[in-house]
């Protein structure tokens, strides 16, 4: 790998890093004076592993389109690449917060609520981007100049964020996915430990976590067994700094912020990154960056209501060229429509073929779709399955497509169902039609239940 040379220009020099699917470089960049940068490869035995692909694919594809001062700054990329894909970032020179708190244990307020600032204004600009982090610790951000009066914070690893603002499912979210705990488990939410679906403040409960850290000089759960951990954040009251420390002379505004921070229910959390800076600043007598914002942070029964949710299913209609094509409106929180479309999806057992944010595409396989009682998908996690359907003639591709509804109320979600037939030319066009009405049949009852 040393001396490999990078869409021409980009030579590597030294190894940096190795992760769980990714091996980390710096590379010397020859139409920029020899800059360093850093490249990120996955690793040689992934490199034909299609969901090991789908993954980065992902991660090049999130990485590439934020700008912000705090991130990792985005350079190059390429995605066929046939020795596997790669991606080309800013390297950035400094310390991981994991290796300054290994030597100074903790942090002072102030210089917490520094870095909290920094932190909270990229979550903030990345949240309104729908892409939640779901791995954030002090191993993922990098501190340039540390201690010094510049000192400045950047999130280096995007690895496992996700999109949630916009349906989209990786093929390896069709396994069962509630067995699946994305993160690291000492900073992982509860509704993570557990495998749920996570939202913006899953984040704020891992910086909670981090500040905990930083103000205490440990994190508030230290069992050594992964199980035990996670246990713990889904069921155990953290210490308070008093139990840890009785002379720690942390504000008591302060200590009760980080606490809410850890509460079980995202609902007690703080609404968002800039309420959370805006309380610690305040906490420290210090005026917040971002202006107050008084919104009412959504409790758990907004989040997970769904059968009292208006619906609206319009008339198929022929937009498409030899498809079926079926509109749905509906109102509901994003996280949750999402998480009943993927279990749609999960129950059809089809093969997914495309992937972004907005759209995902099916292949629905000759008998594949029909649903059993014992399926993982949403319906089954619910206590309720859908009927069983007739096996398709042919092939079906599928399109799911899911935005804001355009000048909609919030909350309206515009969900398109394009349905086509593939395979051998001849197939009962009358019975794939009644198979497309019971495909949209089925839709709407994972919706509504």
């Not at 090049?60 to 912000?68: A, E, P």
Request: charged letters at 20%; a positive charge.
């Amino acid at each position: 790998m040393i001396d490999r040379v990078y869409l021409g220009r980009y030579r590597v020099i030294r190894r940096l890093a190795e992760g769980g699917m990714s091996q980390v470089y710096i590379a010397s960049a020859s139409q920029d004076h020899g800059r360093q940068v850093v490249v990120k490869v996955l690793r040689e035995d992934l490199v034909h592993n299609e969901k090991a692909i789908q993954h980065f694919q992902r991660e090049i594809q999130l990485v590439s389109q934020l700008r912000h001062p705090n991130a990792v700054e985005f350079f190059d990329a390429q995605t066929d690449d046939p020795k596997g894909p790669f991606l080309v970032m800013e390297y950035v020179r400094g310390t991981c917060l994991a290796e300054v708190l290994s030597r100074q244990s903790c942090f002072t307020p102030r210089r917490a609520g520094k870095l909290l600032s920094q932190l909270c204004s990229l979550l903030t600009y990345i949240h309104s981007q729908g892409v939640v982090h779901r791995d954030l610790k002090p191993a993922n951000l990098m501190l340039v100049h540390p201690g010094s009066p510049e000192e400045m914070l950047k999130v280096v690893d995007f690895g496992l964020a996700s999109v949630t603002s916009a349906l989209y499912i990786a093929p390896e979210d069709l396994t069962d996915s509630r067995k699946s705990v994305p993160g690291t488990p000492q900073y992982a939410s509860p509704e993570q430990a557990r495998g749920d679906q996570v939202d913006a403040r899953s984040d704020i409960y891992s910086v909670g976590v981090i500040l905990y850290e930083l103000l205490t000089g440990r994190r508030p759960f230290q069992q050594t067994s992964i199980k035990e951990l996670l246990k713990a954040h889904e069921k155990e009251a953290p210490p308070t700094f008093s139990q840890i420390n009785p002379a720690h002379g942390i504000p008591k505004a302060m200590e009760d912020l980080v606490l809410s921070c850890l509460a079980k229910s995202p609902g007690s959390r703080p609404n968002s990154a800039a309420e959370l800076d805006q309380r610690f600043q305040q906490a420290l007598g210090v005026q917040a960056a971002f202006p107050n914002l008084n919104v009412a942070p959504l409790t758990d029964s907004q989040l997970t209501q769904s059968s009292s949710l208006r619906m609206t299913a319009l008339p198929p209609t022929h937009d498409e060229p030899g498809a079926v094509v079926f509109l749905l409106t509906i109102a509901m929180i994003e996280s949750i429509a999402l998480l009943k479309v993927k279990g749609f999806v999960h129950d059809l057992k089809g093969e997914i073929v495309e992937s972004v944010p907005g759209l995902i595409r099916v292949h629905i396989l000759e008998g594949s779709s029909d649903t059993k009682a014992g399926s993982s998908g949403v319906l089954s996690w619910l206590g309720r399955a859908p009927a069983r359907t007739a096996a398709p003639q042919s092939l079906t591709e599928m399109r799911l497509h899911m935005e804001k509804k355009p000048g909609g109320k919030p909350n309206e979600l515009s969900l398109k169902l394009v349905l086509h037939q593939k395979g051998p030319r001849g197939a009962d066009r009358a019975a794939w039609q009644a198979r497309c009405a019971q495909i949209h049949k089925d839709l709407k009852s994972y919706l509504i239940s």
